[in-house]
């Protein structure tokens, strides 16, 4: 059985399909699926949808880098009133984004800081987004770690270098479709990275794994993130299906 800690499966990009994929989810083995937040537009759609899978889902509330602009204040204070549900099982999708704009930069570490703060306060693990802003995010992770603060770095396609910083400040490392691109340097360190740091994830409907690259990514997918990483580690599959759902179970007290 497998855990999809990172799904949009509530973004408009299912919406002719949305109950068959998710069908197919269950079908190949995901027994539960993490939806994360990102701006305030994404809060009813998501809730629409755990509500109407409440065995096989969970939630997370957060503000996405990519949300704050001009209007920033106004967006978070939605979300910190959100905050205030006793549903959530992470602080997510929240961190920083540095590669299309660095206009609002001053504004997303505040935002993060203020989220993470949020993640200490309700005892919540976080899902990090991090593109373009490794040294960054180390840097404000640095400050705000008191021994609290724990998660994921969603996505991650980071150096070795990286990958350790991460896991030393606590955090494991959510691995998806990219992992089994060819030019996905993680490859070539993973056999150094703990299975009991690794969680999996699909992020649909972006970034579909091999062989589906090119459409749209959808939940029933990650199973062949998990066989690239079997394959790499030179272990069986159902090693990493079992090790992996531990380690969500355990990280967001599923």
Request: a negative charge; glycine letters at 6%; proline letters at 4%.
């Amino acid at each position: 059985m497998y855990i999809d800690t990172h799904s949009h499966i509530y973004d408009e990009a299912f919406d002719t399909d949305r109950e068959l994929v998710f069908q197919r989810a269950l079908d190949a083995g995901v027994e539960m699926v993490l939806l994360p937040n990102t701006d305030e537009s994404t809060i009813k759609p998501m809730i629409d949808f755990y509500e109407s899978h409440p065995d096989n889902c969970r939630m997370m509330m957060g503000l996405h880098p990519e949300g704050v602009k001009e209007d920033y204040k106004r967006h978070l204070s939605v979300i910190e009133k959100e905050m205030e549900r006793q549903c959530w099982v992470g602080v997510g999708e929240i961190g920083l984004d540095l590669y299309w704009d660095k206009t609002f930069e001053k504004q997303q570490v505040e935002v993060l800081r203020e989220q993470l703060s949020w993640a200490k306060q309700l005892r919540l693990p976080v899902s990090l987004h991090t593109r373009e802003a490794f040294g960054l995010m180390f840097k404000v992770l640095e400050q705000e770690q008191d021994g609290g603060l724990r998660g994921v770095f969603h996505c991650f396609n980071g150096t070795k270098e990286q990958a350790d910083i991460a896991m030393s400040l606590g955090f494991h490392l959510g691995l998806g479709g990219v992992i089994t691109y060819k030019n996905c340097d993680v490859k070539s360190f993973l056999n150094e990275i703990p299975l009991d740091k690794i969680l999996l994830e699909t992020d649909d409907p972006y970034l579909p794994p091999v062989p589906y690259r090119g459409k749209r990514n959808e939940i029933a997918y990650m199973t062949e993130v998990a066989k690239k990483i079997a394959e790499v580690k030179q272990i069986d599959i159902n090693e990493v299906a079992t090790a992996t759902t531990n380690n969500a179970r355990q990280l967001f007290n599923l």
